[in-house]
């Protein structure tokens, strides 16, 4: 049984910068897809970022592309999310979350969820 806690939220001026990290106990993080998601209120979760247990093929959904950066440390059992010129609407809780599958965006396809941390980025 995997354990994932993230970590790094908080509040931040539209341009400003936040790095984001999960830290999972349990299982190494080199054997599963590791992704990023966040949900707004009212909205669905989503994508941000996903990271191949194999080759780490890194993902992105378009708005977030060139902005943010996922990465792996799995030394460290650590999967990191280096967001950039944040906008107002990155303002989500950030989930963390691990697959079993080589690589998928579809939340329902992974098996572990972190809590959850708050991005807050105002205009």
């Known amino acids: 049984q995997m354990q994932l806690v993230e970590s790094g939220g908080g509040l931040v001026e539209a341009g400003g910068s936040l790095r984001l990290s999960c830290v999972a106990s349990?299982?190494?993080?080199?054997?599963?897809?590791m992704g990023w998601f966040r949900q707004a209120p009212g909205k669905e979760r989503e994508v941000v970022a996903t990271?191949?247990?194999?080759?780490?093929?890194?993902s992105y959904r378009n708005s977030v592309k060139g902005r943010f950066t996922i990465s792996r440390d799995n030394a460290k059992n650590t999967v990191y999310l280096q967001m950039k010129t944040l906008k107002p609407e990155d303002t989500a809780v950030y989930y963390c979350a691990a697959s079993a599958r080589v690589i998928t965006v579809d939340p329902g396809e992974y098996d572990y969820w972190g809590q959850g941390t708050q991005v807050t980025v105002s205009s």
């Open positions: 349990g299982p190494p993080i080199s054997n599963y897809c």
């Open positions: 990271i191949t247990s194999t080759s780490g093929t890194e």
